[in-house]
């Protein structure tokens, strides 16, 4: 049974109004933050669109260097939620929450519920679910006072860990830049026959970028590894046959495909001309740290595949939750990520124009078409 009886000590603010000058802020429905001194959560919640539904998006839980830093990410974090599923076609809207880590706290049972009271108080605008810092067992302390959340394991109704289907997803989506960029047709967008013996430049081992690792890896791929633990580091080297280099010379690695799986703003008019790899095409989100890297990249000749469409595993297999999640449905869709990005780079070279700006104009089309 859920209880959303909210205790005194919660206070929630809405900052919509005053980040309306914010450079991140585009349009946003409504941003809030949640202190509750008790639990030590600090959070907040970004709802960029409810056009095509309601917003979803994960929970991340991460150690800002102040609530500026915070505020910045989850807006960036929430837009690019919005373009995810218009180009999925999940007919959600894009959310996205974060709670500002203490790096000296825990990560408590009661903090969880907290911010379930959080995400109920928005009437379901905003379903949550796990990202990095939380887990799908986290959601079922949020299921304890939300009915808004996703993401929830097997055994109790849900998906469980969307992490497969977003490697699965990049997975697909490195297939068909890969052909693209042979000069293949349309149809082996997605034979796995393409990434044999190509190298793949992997930054980041966490549950995303370690599946990735596997499916590659299975295909014949020959990988290069980065992660700042070297335990995870170890593991794809005995696993996958994987040679390791250091996080600060993963960009520059001799690579066909550089996938970046860790956090964003990995690409920029700095670390772009380091690239060797001909192909950028990985999990993490905004990888661009500025819009006009993305024109840069065009200019540098590299395939880029948009982050927000080749990795939009995780929420299309979030999406299919409802009313009784059909796995094979969800990888069926996800599949498809391979055709959208092979129509991207054809209107890309159409047009001559970058990737990046093609994809947004796309989402931002399919969000204008809707009345909502």
Known sequence: MINNTFPNRLTIQSLTESLGAHPDFDEHEDVALCEDPQTGLRALIAVHSTKLGQSLGGCRRWSYDDTAE?????????????????????????????????????KTPELMRTFGRFVDSLSGRYITA??????????LFVRETTQHVSGLPVEHGGSGDP??????????????????????????????SVVNNRVVAVQGLGQVGMDLCRQLHG???????????????????????????????????????????ALGAVL????????????????????????QDGALL???????????????????????????????????????????????????????????????????????????
């Open 163 to 192: 992490s497969p289907m977003t490697a699965y997803g990049v997975y697909c989506g490195i297939l068909a830049a890969l052909a693209w960029q042979a000069g293949l047709a349309e149809d082996d967008a997605c034979n796995d």
């Open 70 to 106: 915070a505020i910045t990410d989850v807006l960036r974090l929430s837009k690019a939620m919005s373009y995810k599923h218009a180009i999925a076609g999940t007919a959600r809207g894009g959310g996205k929450a974060v709670i500002l880590a203490d790096a000296a706290a825990e």
């Open 268 to 291: 920029s008019s700095d670390s772009i001309p380091q690239l060797q790899a001909t192909i950028v095409a990985g999990a993490a989100n905004n990888q661009l740290r500025e819009d």
């Open 298 to 372: 065009h200019r540098h000749n590299v395939l880029y595949a948009p982050d927000f469409v080749i990795n939009a595993g995780g929420i299309i297999n979030i999406a299919n939750e409802q009313p009784a999640y059909d796995r094979d449905k969800a990888k069926s869709q996800t599949r498809k990520i391979s055709g959208t990005l092979w129509q991207i780079f054809k209107r890309s070279r159409e047009l001559d124009q970058p990737t990046s700006a093609v994809a947004n104009e796309l989402a931002r089309q399919r969000l204008a078409s809707c009345p909502g």
């Open 219 to 261: 295909s014949g791929a020959r990988l290069i590894v980065a992660d700042v633990h070297t335990d995870r580091v170890g593991q794809a080297c005995d696993e996958f046959n994987a040679t390791a280099t250091s996080p600060q010379e993963i960009l520059s690695a001799p690579a066909d495909v550089f996938a970046p799986c």
């Open 130 to 139: 796990e990202d990095v810092g939380t887990s799908v067992e986290d959601m």
